[in-house]
């Protein structure tokens, strides 16, 4: 093989090593989580399990937030008309950051019957980072009202996080600090932007160490590139 082509296949081998790095780098972490509410009701303490999982699309300098329910809580000793219960929940932040992130959703869309789990529609809102490095996301206090009552449900078992995140921050702080969220708008809950793609996150100490390794190689495919040149040349004034 001659001097340029072994040089432009060391070089390409180099860049595609480090390019298959970065692309094996997580962005996010899903999981769907049963969470136990106890229920305070107009009409006494009741108690559900639904599964729960939190999408995380990213979203100018934040995360739009979808939290959706795959079960009915609590419910109605009377039928609740279309537009009657509204509901919002908050979302606890831990890891990297702390506070709390509040969303929300629109009434229910048909009318629920009485004594009948009532089903949640996906709530949404947007998580601005304060700090840099893995968060997490957890089901909290999810809040129904209906016909001037209100339902407050409480999780009991301690859930795990339904999402993690690796997110930088507007000012590229790292360490804890407090987060508010503010509500936004109805989400399809699928876990991705309209293009289809995961959400963008910010780098943690993996995603370094395995930058640094495609560095590595990329530096490595260099010094073969400098050793063969050099080579070449020593050949030549031999000749």
């Known amino acids: 093989m001659s001097y340029q082509k072994r040089t432009a296949a060391l070089a390409s081998v180099a860049a595609l090593a480090g390019s298959a790095v970065f692309m094996a780098a997580p962005a996010a972490r899903a999981d769907v989580v049963d969470v136990n509410y106890k229920c305070q009701t107009p009409i006494g303490v009741k108690t559900a399990v639904s599964p729960i999982d939190i999408k995380g699309v990213k979203s100018g300098s934040g995360y739009k937030l979808t939290m959706s329910w795959q079960k009915g809580v609590s419910s109605s000793p009377v039928e609740l008309g279309k537009g009657a219960m509204s509901p919002s929940a908050t979302i606890k932040v831990g890891g990297a950051d702390s ?4 969303v929300s959703g629109p009434a229910n869309q048909a009318a629920i019957p009485a004594n009948t789990p009532i089903k949640i529609n996906d709530l949404t809102g947007t998580y601005t980072p304060k700090a840099s490095g893995k968060v997490t996301f957890t089901a909290a206090v999810l809040t129904i009202k209906a016909l001037g009552t209100t339902t407050t449900c409480t999780p009991t078992n301690s859930p795990g996080p339904s999402l993690t995140l690796n997110v930088t921050s507007a000012s590229g702080s790292s360490g804890s600090s407090g987060s ?3 509500s936004g ?4 809950g699928t876990g991705t932007d309209s293009s289809g ?24 495919g260099a010094a073969g590139t400098l050793w063969l040149t050099r080579r070449n040349q020593t050949a030549r004034a031999r000749r």
Request: aromatic share 2%; proline share 6%.
């Open 99 to 102: 506070g709390t992130v509040s």
């Open 180 to 182: 508010t969220g503010t």
């Open 185 to 188: 708008t109805t989400g399809s």
């Open 197 to 220: 793609t995961l959400p963008k996150t910010g780098p943690d100490d993996s995603f370094i160490a395995l930058g640094t390794l495609g560095g590595t190689v990329l530096l490595a």
